[in-house]
């Protein structure tokens, strides 16, 4: 087992170490530096590289050549990059990764157009790869940027909304993490020319990563571990969110109980002295179970997906991705 | 003559409904609702379809099917208008065509998102079109989104610089206005399978009416006649904006003169009633027939990359419209 994680965990490093040396390079000497400099403190700001990362687990699966994806891999970080710098702004966030927002360090223009452009920059690193079915992966890409913003836009709905379901929060986080996930599982099979099996597996699985991913997401902030860089335990609290564990809390919950979750609803959020009292309310009602329950199932979807695929290598690689995503700690 | 106006302004009109029939129906249904009207309301303000008529004026040209290009012209007015929802935030303008702009009447979230998202929907149109050549077309309209942003970006850093030229600024026009002109009609052509003569020319022809229309813009702030719905006579200097004629007044000015319009730069803008001041200055230092000659110089440029053009019906509609816009009054 140990063997299996290093091999894999040595595959990844020296991808992502090609892939963060690519973003370094990406904006060297360009101007004008007043759009290119706060891109590249931007992509500098370091993170997990899981987007680029299963572009490339995702070629290897189906037994493409990883230099035809390396580009992609790069897009889909630039993308994600974008998304990032965008939503700092819609929510106010003065930090990230421990270091100033962009709107913060520099301003509301510098950040919106950074992102704007941040957006053609990847379909110009996407287009170096698409030397076969062009047109299909452009529009994969693009379709996902559109679920992107719907999931976005979803998000902030349901900020002023009293009544969002767990179906609602899940078509959300569809849209707004996992539909990223599984376009670039989508994009690594398509440009290794995989066929629609194949494709459409990997793809799954991508979906269903995001979907645990997500729900992972809202669970570390109850369970999680606190450290200078990451978020602060219970901040989803803190500002309201209808995270999975507070829908699914409002819907398991009686009398007193639901009457205490309904004010969360109703003062937008709660003061930092109570995240304690509604972690242990969360224990009473099991939803921290539940969460659980919902990370593994969704990533034993994922993983039964991978079953048909050929590459055992490659295999291995996802598998390991899913394993590492359910046990991180931030 | 009239007639030739005539039969110009009918192909045009009709070419024009279709493309706001279109734009009209894109957002209907669709959902969430919070990202979908906001598109709509934007794109219902109108505006002079400048682009999306050069798109099919270009297929025209080449002897193109003006079915296949249809489209693209739609994508290409989706573009532009995600420039004018980003570009309204970061000029914090509140009204645009006489109606509220999106931030104004929505919030600064739902004006970043529609914009984003009015991005990917134009690629989404660009891809339905694109059954040939589809890298180079995608990749040319990518280019011209970096070009876009890069010329905001010098747009914005210039609000602060007191060393602008008239060489930056005229880079700073190319890539903010004439490069997506450019585009527009190097998608026409390529789309329409035209030769690179032809393609490189139609662009000519693009890039030339784009920054004898960015001049014009400039000249008619200061000749312009003011109405109800457009910009009010003066404001780019009430804002401080550093036009064609600001710069080339302030190259000509000497002693008092020049430092009548350092004032300017210094105090971010004029008074609304020094206006008239300021325009007699630019009288006498002959900047108003300055401008009048560059436009000229630009839109005989463009008319001269018509000629070796093939289709003398297409042709007849690009002089048309050159002539249109250098004799517009708004």
């Known amino acids: 087992m140990i063997v299996y994680s290093d091999k894999c965990e040595k595959i990844f490093k020296n991808e992502i170490s090609g892939i963060d040396k690519k973003l370094n390079e990406l904006f060297a000497g360009k101007e004008p530096l007043s759009l290119y400099e706060p891109c590249s403190y931007f992509l500098k700001g370091g993170g997990k590289r899981l987007r680029p990362i299963l572009v490339i687990a995702s070629a290897q699966t189906v037994n493409g050549n990883l ?20 939503d700092d702004i819609m929510d106010n966030s003065s930090k990230r990764r421990g270091r100033a927002t962009l709107h913060t360090k520099y301003d509301l223009s510098t950040a919106i157009l950074t992102g704007d452009s941040l957006i053609a920059q990847a379909y110009q690193n996407l287009l170096k790869d698409s030397k076969i079915n062009v047109n299909k992966i452009v529009l994969t890409f693009t379709n996902t940027i559109i679920e992107i913003c719907e999931g976005q836009s979803l998000d902030k709905e349901f900020e002023t909304r009293n009544n969002v379901s767990i179906d609602e929060y899940k078509k959300m986080i569809y849209k707004k993490t996992a539909a990223l996930l599984e376009m670039c599982c989508s994009i690594g099979a ?24 997500q729900i992972q997401d809202d669970l570390l902030d109850i369970i999680g571990e606190e450290n200078e860089f990451g978020k602060k335990i219970g901040n989803d609290l803190i500002e309201g969110k209808k995270t999975y564990l507070f829908l699914r809390a409002l819907e398991k919950a009686k009398r007193k109980d639901k009457l205490e979750l309904l004010k969360v609803i109703k003062n937008n959020g709660i003061k930092p002295n109570e995240v304690d009292k509604y972690k242990n309310l969360y224990i009473k009602l099991g939803v921290i179970q539940d969460a659980e329950h919902e990370i593994m199932k969704y990533t034993k979807l994922a993983l039964k997906n991978l079953s048909i695929l050929p590459n055992r290598d490659g295999k291995d690689l996802m598998i390991w991705l899913a394993k590492i995503l359910i046990n991180r700690k931030k």
Not at 67 to 86: D, G, I, Q, R, S
Not at 201 to 212: D, E, H, Q, R
Request: aromatic letters at 14%.
């Open 67 to 86: 230099k035809h994806v390396f580009n992609a891999a790069v897009a889909v970080e630039l993308l994600h990059n974008f998304t990032l710098v965008h």
């Open 190 to 213: 398509q440009l290794s020319g995989a066929s629609q099996k194949y494709i459409k597996a990997v793809s799954n699985y991508g979906n269903y990563l995001g979907m645990g991913f």
